[in-house]
């Protein structure tokens, strides 16, 4: 499976589909709804995606390049752990919260992603991982927090994620509080 068709109609696809695959779920969004809500034939689908798993392949892809790129640019510039750390899990946020239908969809739906799917996007959540826990590991290093690092990487994620369960936006809290108050119950302060 190859992802490699980037032309415009086909990223307003993608965004649709993340959308109603949010909404929805991936198992009850049919083609048939996929192509209304895309205001186009179900048949036409087909000319820009093979079938369904590839559009939610798409989909996933999209949200964990956003992700991948908004944390780069968050961390650009920033040397010390402590803030590199917490513009981390301000970046993690925003693409939570900011642009959540690809990345809630990447949440729930990993589990509906065939093997050959799994296959495309393995590495790029590696990768994305990979970033969480040199950061963390640099946190380590420096005295700033104790520790199974893996196993931090695996709570601030875990915690993050589930905001997109609880989190208003009309509340008292920004994302910005909320990833100050990460580091400060991991000891960041």
């Given at each position: 499976?190859?992802?490699?068709?980037?032309?415009?109609?086909?990223?307003?696809?993608?965004?649709?589909?993340?959308?109603?695959?949010?909404?929805?779920?991936?198992?009850?969004?049919?083609?048939?709804?996929?192509?209304?809500?895309?205001?186009?034939?179900?048949?036409s689908?087909?000319?820009?995606?093979?079938?369904?798993?590839?559009?939610?392949?798409?989909?996933?892809?999209?949200?964990?390049?956003?992700a991948?790129?908004?944390?780069?640019?968050?961390?650009?510039?920033?040397?010390?752990?402590?803030?590199?750390?917490?513009?981390?899990?301000?970046?993690?946020?925003?693409?939570?919260?900011?642009?959540?239908?690809?990345?809630?969809?990447?949440?729930?739906?990993?589990?509906?992603?065939?093997?050959?799917?799994?296959?495309?996007?393995?590495?790029?959540?590696?990768?994305?991982?990979?970033?969480?826990?040199?950061?963390?590991?640099?946190?380590?290093?420096?005295?700033?927090?104790?520790?199974?690092?893996?196993?931090?990487?695996?709570?601030?994620?875990?915690?993050?994620n589930?905001?997109?369960?609880?989190y208003?936006?009309?509340?008292?809290?920004?994302?910005?509080?909320?990833?100050?108050?990460?580091?400060?119950?991991?000891?960041?302060?």
């Amino acid at each position: 499976m190859t992802l490699t068709n980037n032309s415009k109609r086909r990223k307003e696809l993608v965004a649709i589909a993340a959308r109603l695959f949010c909404e929805q779920g991936y198992e009850r969004t049919t083609v048939r709804m996929l192509a209304d809500a895309m205001g186009i034939k179900s048949g036409s689908l087909f000319h820009h995606f093979n079938d369904k798993q590839e559009i939610l392949c798409a989909v996933i892809q999209d949200g964990m390049e956003s992700a991948m790129t908004i944390a780069d640019q968050a961390l650009e510039g920033l040397t010390q752990p402590k803030e590199r750390f917490k513009a981390l899990a301000r970046a993690h946020l925003s693409t939570l919260l900011n642009d959540r239908n690809a990345h809630v969809v990447a949440l729930y739906e990993w589990r509906s992603l065939t093997d050959e799917s799994l296959s495309v996007l393995i590495d790029m959540r590696d990768r994305y991982e990979q970033l969480w826990q040199q950061v963390i590991d640099d946190c380590v290093e420096t005295g700033l927090i104790k520790g199974d690092q893996p196993l931090i990487r695996r709570f601030a994620l875990g915690a993050l994620n589930w905001t997109v369960q609880w989190y208003d936006a009309d509340g008292e809290k920004t994302p910005d509080d909320l990833a100050q108050a990460l580091g400060e119950l991991i000891g960041l302060g």
